[in-house]
């Protein structure tokens, strides 16, 4: 325990605010004249809570394993702190992409139907190690859908930006068709400005259509209503928002801390090597697809 007492390897987290379980005692009155036991245990309650708080602490406990299984030595307790500068010729910055939620409109019914989900959703839910297991169903009773609708949820967009949410659109289309082959697909975008995308989309088994949804009605369950122009409207077992992409929050920040001027939609172009020029020369940003 003596690396522990130099009091450098213990990192206190304040965000734990479990306090800590006290045992179930007897009165006092009730421990005179025997040798009843005192300390009464936890209950199960308080065990749980108890086994939650202690598997959370993540304090070093100064046993000194890590240093001791560290066969080359690249553990040292006695290394002090330092500030390292390093000098580079140039920087490049992965910045990361979310999936912009706070950008959809109201109107297409997201978090309003358990079977409206974005494509994000989606995306967990196509891959293997997701929640499902890779098994596309329909949230609210976990069946298979047999119908399902991509709609584009924002009204307009950069090209690149644009051009990036659709591409994910498609990709997720195409494994879906591997998983669904019987399907119907319907995907409500504007695609004139895309050609390769539409096209993959018709090699696919997809019907298009190009009119802009007007508004998405959840019914509490399946099917779901969605309707276009001249007040058609069609029903789905799953609806999907196709959502904007934007640079991560991390990747944003450090943006800012760095005085790089990129724009809502830069971070998704750049030339053949995939590199993203800013305002530093010597800074430049990885394309994201």
């Not at 298009?208 to 409207?233: I, N, R, Y």
């Not at 640079?247 to 920040?253: E, F, K, L, N």
Request: with cysteine; proline share 4%; charged share 25%.
């Amino acid at each position: 325990m003596q690396y522990e007492n130099k009091g450098r390897f213990i990192v206190k987290f304040t965000d734990i605010p479990s306090p800590r379980q006290h045992l179930f005692e007897i009165e006092v009155d009730e421990r005179r004249n025997n040798y009843s036991e005192v300390e009464l245990g936890f209950d199960q309650e308080r065990a749980a809570r108890e086994a939650k708080r202690c598997l959370s602490c993540r304090r070093c406990l100064g046993c000194a394993l890590c240093w001791a299984e560290c066969k080359p030595e690249a553990i040292q307790f006695d290394l002090p702190d330092e500030m390292i500068e390093l000098e580079a010729d140039s920087v490049i910055i992965a910045p990361g992409v979310e999936r912009a939620l706070d950008r959809i409109d109201r109107r297409f019914g997201l978090a309003k139907d358990v079977n409206v989900v974005s494509d994000l959703q989606l995306e967990r839910m196509l891959s293997e190690s997701g929640p499902s297991g890779g098994l596309v169903i329909r949230p609210f009773d976990g069946q298979i859908p047999s119908s399902l609708a991509f709609v584009q949820a924002y009204d307009g967009a950069a090209s690149a930006m644009n051009r990036s949410a659709l591409t994910l659109a498609a990709n997720e289309v195409a494994l879906l068709r591997q998983k669904l082959p019987k399907a119907e697909i319907t995907v409500f975008a504007g695609l004139e400005d895309f050609p390769e995308i539409k096209s993959a989309l018709h090699s696919a088994g997809v019907t298009l259509v190009g009119a802009a949804v007007k508004s998405v009605t959840p019914s509490g369950g399946s099917p779901v209503k969605v309707a276009f122009e001249d007040g058609q409207e069609k029903e789905f077992d799953l609806v999907v928002l196709i959502t904007q992409p934007k640079m991560s929050s991390d990747g944003r920040d450090l943006a800012k801390a760095l005085g790089l001027e990129v724009s809502y939609a830069g971070f998704l172009s750049g030339d053949g090597e995939g590199l993203i020029q800013t305002n530093k020369q010597e800074v430049q940003l990885a394309r994201q697809a």
